[in-house]
């Protein structure tokens, strides 16, 4: 620990700093900020607090030349830095204008004390970046009106000093970011297009200097920052300056063979090629054959990409990728033009090869870059003349082909074989090598892989459709390769075979059957032929994947699909790890895809298959783990649902059943004598694991599935109380901590499971008339006075999620038990998340998704409610748009609209709501609309404002809103209100501001995207002092702007007859 004394001298030193009738002690400064970098504990929180209230005391700014100018430690000139940077962006406009001119001129004259000397340039590198940062956010505010001379300044002194013109393009390119990439939310729409204007119309100026440093200067740095400028520019400025110049010409000749401008270079060719116009054909196609002619000098087109760019340095991989992308987008834009011209035919050839070997690359990122252009280029042919090429069937030769399609075919074969070479893993495969060699199971489903995986299986079918007789050679020729062990290995295995299943459903039917039926072979025949478990679980997996994905090859061969379904049971016994995963997944798949073959009676067959496996299912699953189990139930059940006829079915789920209720009643009968049997730990496992089998049952076979729970239901209730009670017992005796222990959690895993079967039943059921009459009652009475009576550490939040489906799913049925729920779990839930935004996440959401819930489709329950509850409920609504948790926000705002829609439908509620609420809801929804921390929730503010202000200014609430409006119409009530809580909330906004965001309010609320953006620029505002000078914030012309959204709003209405209220009608339209 420090001395106290030591802190108390730190602390009274500090408060010296704040005296601003002292002289500023610089060494003091530097000790605190070298405190606030190096010191730790309560040090280090003290020089926190100083240096943040320093920083937010008004006359802060004042120190800032002093601190810039004596001050030895880099930290401390970039804390006066935030200072300054602070008061630029939010009091400037309050500044007395001689103080904003002194600012303006030292920034300057600082910029330039630096950046003139090129030694200093390099050596100040960092902290010059953050006062050219500092003078964008001057110009932001002064440029064009009080500096109209600033692109003419900048311009001219470049010409006069090298290292001077270096940094004065890094302040213009930081400019042009400014403007063009960051200004959304950053400054008002009005004032960003000003900006852009402005520097549309001074951008010659620029050019010409761009142009005479590239012509002129032999300063490779200097250059450098000009075209890394240059590409910043070259998404918005006038076409002009890039297709009726030389630039083109320039950047191709001059700088693509120079090996430290190529990158840049060609990152500028790249975002030339993706502008997207009609009138320079000519210029793109001389851009394409240039630089084509310059790249084969570069990079041959002899040369290995691949190992090119693993042994290449950075800026050699750099610009691969960068070839990748300019190739990629002249050719998505552009390929057409290229087609047209035959002399040209061979350079897109020598264009597509390179994007080949760039393909091979072992780059996923690049890859990405290519597999997207070959996924538009294989599309759109296959779109001009969809039909599948095969020659087998319908004997088509090659005259045939559409002429695009032959052009390209040769390069195309290639891509096949790229794409079978390095297909992606889709998400089914668990067995695979990890980093170490061995064969595990692979847990993770990693979502970017995933991705991958589907966007090269959408490239390679329809490749397969183009030409169905090179993807078959093709593949078939790499299986041989495997199969005589020229190519063997894991790897490459896996991804002929992933290849192999991903065209499942590409190819004719005749044409699949051939095909798989040598595929098969030759895999059964690898693994006869290979020793070693790993070996064997290798081929055993790819064999279920392929197999997995024909689902219409198996459908049509019942023999095959037996012999499958009982291979699969075969490896349900295999333990090496995995296969026992795969077989029950893959045994789910097939479940699901032809269930209806198991439950008939095939030809050669005495009985259906279920019948089958429900015989000797002891004996098929008797070596699989408990969660193998549970796949295994559900996908028996996806069979059994397949069966029509009502009595056949109740018998094959009486035997489906038969294991799990021998084990239940067992437990039962011994629970009946001695019911401390249900603290066991074996017991209550045993009981999670049946309730688990049961859920998944339920999933599969649906609504029928009426028959099993019927028969377990009061005892699984009973037990579910019995739980509960242990639970509350061991809490009440132990406290909460007793939440953590093994016996507890298995004891809650059977609630939680019991609640989920419910839930589970009940969203697939189909009679609502019979849940709420049989299944209802007893639940609300085992589960919602249970949930009352628990301390909150052993409420299930399940219980209120499978209350949510109930009432989604019996909607109008459930209504009125809806005021019983709400008495059980209504304030004792809000107890728990009220205290703050944190605890109890799940309750939390469950909570607010069965008020949503409730409030579409048992909305009159609410109105039925006493007027305590339901302001309770609102209440709670309120408390859910202002959390930070964006999931419960997001209810939130759903379920307020939801709300005020529904009040509106009921007349007679509908006035003394808005009467009693109206202003309340309006204050809370403007309070989190101008809280940054919910600008995610942007929209649905927007949305819900509209409609509220659209119900005042129609007329629609006839009672007055607040009780001293007197004769006062609404809608001026209204605007008047909101402008007052606003200059409350905002007292530094000018009264011009706010009443003009009133007035956009009202005449925008037919436009949800316009009002959205409304909102935006207010945020915008109130980031910021605007003194008496509004004039960067164009409120004449944003009032010129939103008076004609009024008028186009009133011509609209005005051209359906009848919408408007007589009343209103202009004088001219009347008798």
């Known amino acids: 620990m420090r001395s106290p004394g030591n802190m108390t001298a730190l602390t009274e030193q500090a408060t010296q700093l704040l005296d601003f009738n002292q002289k500023l002690d610089i060494n003091l400064l530097d000790t605190v900020v070298k405190c606030l970098y190096n010191g730790e504990g309560n040090q280090q929180r003290m020089a926190q607090e100083v240096l943040t209230t320093l920083k937010e005391h008004p006359d802060a700014w004042t120190r800032v030349d002093t601190i810039l100018e004596y001050s030895n430690n880099q930290q401390t000139k970039y804390y006066a830095l935030q200072i300054l940077e602070t008061v630029i962006k939010t009091r400037w406009k309050v500044l007395p204008r001689s103080q904003c001119e002194g600012i303006k001129k030292y920034t300057v004259g600082l910029i330039i004390k630096l950046s003139s000397d090129a030694k200093n340039l390099e050596k100040e590198k960092v902290y010059l970046g953050k006062l050219n940062m500092i003078l964008v956010q001057i110009l932001k505010q002064e440029w064009p009106k009080n500096w109209p001379s600033f692109i003419g300044d900048i311009v001219g002194a470049s010409r006069t000093n090298e290292s001077l013109c270096q940094n004065n393009m890094h302040i213009l390119k930081l400019l042009s970011e400014e403007v063009f990439d960051f200004s959304s939310g950053q400054m008002t729409q009005t004032k960003a297009k000003h900006l852009k204007d402005s520097m549309c119309n001074e951008f010659s100026q620029i050019f010409q200097l761009c142009q005479f440093v590239m012509d002129n200067s032999d300063n490779p740095t200097l250059v450098g920052s000009t075209l890394e400028t240059l590409l910043r520019f070259l998404n918005w400025i006038p076409l002009g300056y890039i297709f009726e110049t030389k630039l083109i010409t320039t950047l191709i000749y001059k700088f693509l063979n120079v090996p430290m401008f190529r990158n840049v270079t060609l990152k500028c060719l790249t975002e030339v090629a993706g502008v997207h116009v009609n009138q320079y054909d000519e210029q793109f196609v001389v851009l394409f054959t240039l630089t084509m002619n310059q790249l084969k000098q570069i990079l041959p087109l002899e040369t ?360 239940w009643d067992g437990i039962i009968q011994q629970a009946s004598k001695n019911v401390d049997v249900l603290k066991e730990p074996e017991i209550v496992k045993q009981l999670g694991s049946i309730l688990k089998t049961n859920v998944r049952a339920c999933k599969a076979v649906g609504h029928p599935f009426v028959l099993q729970l019927g028969r377990i239901y009061l005892d699984m209730l009973n037990i579910y109380k019995c739980m509960s009670e242990n639970i509350s017992g061991a809490i009440a005796a132990n406290g909460e901590m007793v939440t953590k222990q093994p016996l507890i959690r298995s004891m809650r895993t059977v609630k939680k499971e019991t609640l989920k079967l419910i839930s589970g039943w009940v969203s697939r059921s189909n009679e609502p008339g019979m849940v709420v009459e049989n299944f209802i009652p007893p639940l609300l009475d085992a589960v919602l006075g249970d949930y009352a009576r628990n301390v909150p550490a052993a409420r299930e939040p399940e219980v209120l999620s499978t209350m949510a489906t109930t009432v989604n799913k019996l909607e109008g049925h459930i209504t009125t038990e809806v005021p019983k729920i709400f008495d059980a779990v209504f304030e004792c839930t809000l107890d728990m998340i009220n205290k703050n935004f944190e605890e109890y996440p799940e309750h939390r ?110 007329n629609k609430i006839t009672v007055p809103l607040t009780p001293t409006q007197g004769t006062v119409t609404n809608e001026v009530c209204i605007k008047e209100f909101t402008a007052n809580l606003l200059k409350v909330a905002f007292p530094h906004l000018q009264d011009a501001q706010v009443k003009l965001f009133v007035t956009g309010l009202f005449s925008l609320n037919h436009d949800i995207p316009q009002f959205k953006e409304h909102l935006r620029d207010f945020l915008v505002q109130i980031k910021e002092f605007a003194g008496d000078d509004t004039t960067d914030l164009y409120l004449e012309e944003r009032e010129t702007s939103l008076r004609q959204a009024v008028e186009e709003k009133r011509k609209i209405q005005m051209a359906v007859p009848g919408i408007i209220n007589p009343h209103d009608m202009p004088e001219e339209m009347q008798d």
């Open 845 to 954: 959401t469950n909570f607010f998704l069965l008020l949503q819930a409730v409030n579409s489709h048992c909305f009159p329950a609410l109105l039925a409610i006493p007027p305590m509850q339901f302001k309770l409920v609102l209440d709670s609504i309120i408390w859910a748009f202002k959390h930070t948790m964006r999931n419960v926000a997001d209810t939130g705002l759903n379920i307020l609209y939801g709300l005020l829609q529904n009040v509106w439908q009921n007349e007679q509620a509908a006035q003394s709501f808005y009467q009693t609420y109206y202003t309340d809801v309006l204050q809370h929804v403007l309070s989190v609309v101008t809280d940054t921390s919910h600008t995610a929730g942007l929209t649905m503010h927007a949305t819900i404002l509209a409609y509220m202000f659209n119900l005042v200014e129609q």
């Open 304 to 663: 290995d990409l691949r190992d090119a760019y693993g042994n290449g340095r950075d800026d050699e991989q750099n610009f691969i990728q960068n070839l990748s992308l300019f190739l990629c987008t002249f050719l998505k834009e552009h390929s057409q033009l290229i087609e047209r011209k035959t002399d040209l035919h061979t350079t897109l050839m020598e264009a597509l090869k390179y994007l080949v070997l760039i393909s091979e690359v072992d780059e996923t990122e690049i890859f990405k870059i290519c597999l997207e252009y070959w996924n538009s280029l294989a599309s759109e042919l296959y779109r001009e003349s969809p039909f599948s090429s095969s020659p087998f069937l319908l004997g088509q030769q090659n005259s045939e082909m559409p002429v695009r399609r032959q052009l390209y075919n040769p390069v195309l074969s290639k891509v096949r074989r790229v794409m079978i070479s390095r297909m992606a893993k889709p998400e089914e495969v668990l067995v695979v090598e990890n980093d170490q060699g061995e064969v595990v199971r692979e847990f993770m489903k990693d979502t970017d892989s995933i991705n991958l995986y589907k966007n090269m299986r959408e490239t390679l079918v329809y490749l397969t459709h183009l030409d169905y007789a090179d993807t078959e050679q093709i593949m078939t020729e790499k299986l041989q390769l495997q199969v005589n062990g020229q190519e063997w290995s894991w790897k490459n295995l896996n991804t002929l075979c992933w290849a192999i299943g991903s065209i499942s459903g590409a190819m004719h039917e005749e044409d699949e059957k051939r095909f798989l039926v040598t595929v098969i072979k030759d895999l059964l025949g690898l693994c006869e032929q290979k020793r070693g478990k790993d070996n064997k679980a290798i081929i055993a997996s790819n064999i279920m994947y392929v197999v997995g994905q024909y689902p219409r090859f198996l459908r049509a061969h019942w023999k095959f699909l037996k012999t499958v379904v009982n291979k699969l049971f075969e490896f349900m016994h295999e333990t090496h790890d995995g296969v026992q995963d795969m077989a029950c997944d893959t045994f789910i798949k097939i479940a699901q895809k032809c269930r209806r073959h198991f439950v008939q009676v095939q030809v050669g067959e005495v009985m259906p298959f279920i019948e089958e496996i429900l015989n000797s299912i002891n004996t098929i699953i008797c070596d699989l783990q408990p969660q193998q189990v549970h796949t295994f139930y559900e996908a028996v059940g996806y069979m059994i649902s397949a069966q029509t006829d009502t009595g056949v079915q109740e018998h094959l789920i009486e035997k489906y059943m038969l294991l799990p209720n021998q084990v």
